[in-house]
Structures are given as structure tokens and as C-alpha cells.
């Protein structure tokens, strides 16, 4: 049996149709590209638009 890969609690910020968010993500790095797909993932096949995603780890 694999280990789990690990993963960090990170803050994500970003913009969602113009309107700043924020969001916590267990991700395995604080890539900008990985957070993106996951607030993808979370937001549906809406027609949302996400922008100025940051990524920082969580205090």
C-alpha cells in the first residue's frame, strides 16, 4: 500500500466576477495553477470568472 501524499493547509485568495473571496485548500504545494483548478472544482461548470488568485499558507 502507498503513503498518502502529504499536503499543507493553505489560504487562497482570488476574485470571483470581480468580488474578492477567500477560500482554505489542503494542497500539496501552494501552486498557483493546482489552487486555480480547485476553485474550479468548487465552483462548478458555472460561468464564474476567477481571477487574481494568491496562495499563502494558513497561520
Not at 9 to 31: I, P, T
Amino acid at each position: 500500500m502507498s503513503q498518502p501524499t502529504p499536503t499543507t493547509k493553505y489560504a487562497v485568495s482570488y476574485k470571483l466576477n470581480g468580488e474578492r473571496r477567500f477560500e482554505f485548500a489542503q494542497l500539496q504545494s501552494n501552486s498557483v495553477d493546482k489552487a486555480r483548478a480547485a476553485l474550479e472544482k468548487m465552483h462548478g461548470a458555472s460561468d464564474d470568472h476567477i481571477t487574481d488568485v494568491k496562495v499563502s499558507k494558513a497561520l
